[in-house]
């Protein structure tokens, strides 16, 4: 379930105009301990789009949890 929520949120974040990945990379620039973050920060279900937004905002910014 987490791998599939993973690749949704990749999918959405592309999207919105993230950093697009190199083809065959699974990366959008963020780093490899963003989606396990992302998921740590919503354990009991799945954040909405406006919080995966601001989410990756902070990340970004280095407001990490």
């Given at each position: 379930m987490k791998e599939i929520t993973a690749l949704q949120?990749?999918?959405f974040l592309r999207s919105?105009?993230?950093p697009q990945p190199s083809p065959g990379l699974m990366t959008d620039g963020l780093g490899s301990?963003?989606?396990h973050a992302l998921l740590a920060?919503?354990?009991d279900r799945e954040?909405?789009?406006e919080e995966i937004v601001a989410f990756e905002r902070g990340y970004r910014a280095g407001?990490?949890?």
């Open positions: 949120t990749l999918e919105v105009g993230g301990d963003f989606l920060a919503f354990p954040p909405t789009t407001r990490r949890p």
